[in-house]
């Protein structure tokens, strides 16, 4: 009597509960799968890395609580701070360098029709490429004649050979152009949707009253492609913050090489735990890493919003 008591009870609760309430419970009972699947991949790794970041652990040993000597260790290392320097290169030149050339690109596609879903997927086809591979190949290309194509184009016009990737100067542009062709589909498949949101009816009117190309894309397009535009940066901006696979490839034989010139925060994190077997020192950065993320990204919604 009690079992078939329960469910009753169950079904009257339930009957009482508003329509409003209902939904909302609904709601969580979806959403409760996904939450806990992804606050145990990433709320609680993460959680382990700061408290791991306060120790002294190479895996051969227990832990050793150490304050914060981790981070003072990072403050006085001038590795760290070129590493620094050279993650934000990746990200100051990076980020507006892509979003112009992508927005670029999709704005006169946009007015493309012949063979337009063609020519969208040629774009795309790098986004798709695996990194390793695609690194590889642009490794090839900037190898010295007769291998490397660009400096074959370059001899051809009676350039000197570059060395590129074994230039001081020159190696973290070099890393720094397949990182954006790579991300440039992506970019540009954004754009052209955020583009054909617009309302016709704008253009419509401003061309009826005379109003300049060049004006109508300052006045109407960018204003209203601004929600596009604020996506694109803040993923962008991640993106080049935790650039990895294109400079541990191209540089294989001396990742982050020629003298750390090209070094990124993730890669150094990957060296300090998995060469030097240093989990609290890497963990440390691993922290500095995860607040400048999030330091950029707030910084960049809200100056976005305010404009």
Not at 150 to 169: D, H, V
Not at 232 to 254: A, E, K, T, W
């Amino acid at each position: 009597m009690t079992a078939t008591a329960l469910p009753a009870k169950s079904a009257r609760a339930w009957d009482r509960l508003s329509l409003r309430q209902k939904r909302v419970l609904w709601a969580w009972s979806f959403l409760a799968v996904p939450i806990l699947f992804y606050s145990a991949i990433r709320f609680w790794p993460t959680l382990e890395a700061f408290a791991l970041s306060f120790t002294n652990w190479n895996l051969l040993r227990p832990a050793a609580f150490v304050g914060l000597e981790n981070y003072k260790r990072l403050l006085a290392d001038p590795l760290f701070w070129q590493v620094f320097g050279n993650t934000f290169l990746y990200l100051i030149i990076g980020t507006p360098v892509s979003l112009v050339i992508s927005f670029t690109v999709a704005y006169y596609l946009d007015r493309v029709r012949f063979m337009h879903g063609f020519i969208r997927a040629l774009y795309f086809i790098p986004f798709l490429t695996t990194a390793v591979a695609m690194a590889w190949v642009w490794r090839w290309f900037y190898q010295p004649v007769p291998i490397g194509i660009f400096n074959a184009i370059l001899t051809w016009f009676g350039i000197p050979q570059q060395p590129f990737l074994r230039s001081t100067t020159q190696a973290l542009p070099a890393i720094l152009a397949p990182a954006v062709w790579a991300g440039l589909g992506f970019q540009v498949i954004i754009f052209i949707a955020g583009l054909r949101a617009i309302p016709t009816s704008y253009y419509e009117a401003a061309r009826i009253d005379g109003v300049s190309e060049f004006t109508i894309l300052r006045r109407i397009t960018l204003p209203l492609l601004k929600p596009t535009i604020v996506f694109l940066v803040v993923f962008s901006s991640i993106g080049f913050l935790r650039i990895f696979d294109q400079v541990y490839n191209m540089n294989f034989n001396d990742p982050g090489g020629p003298l750390n010139t090209t070094k990124p925060l993730v890669l150094m994190i990957y060296q300090t735990a998995f060469k030097s077997l240093d989990m609290g020192y890497a963990a440390a950065q691993t922290v500095v890493l995860f607040l400048i993320l999030l330091a950029v990204s707030l910084i960049q919604l809200r100056i976005l919003k305010d404009r």
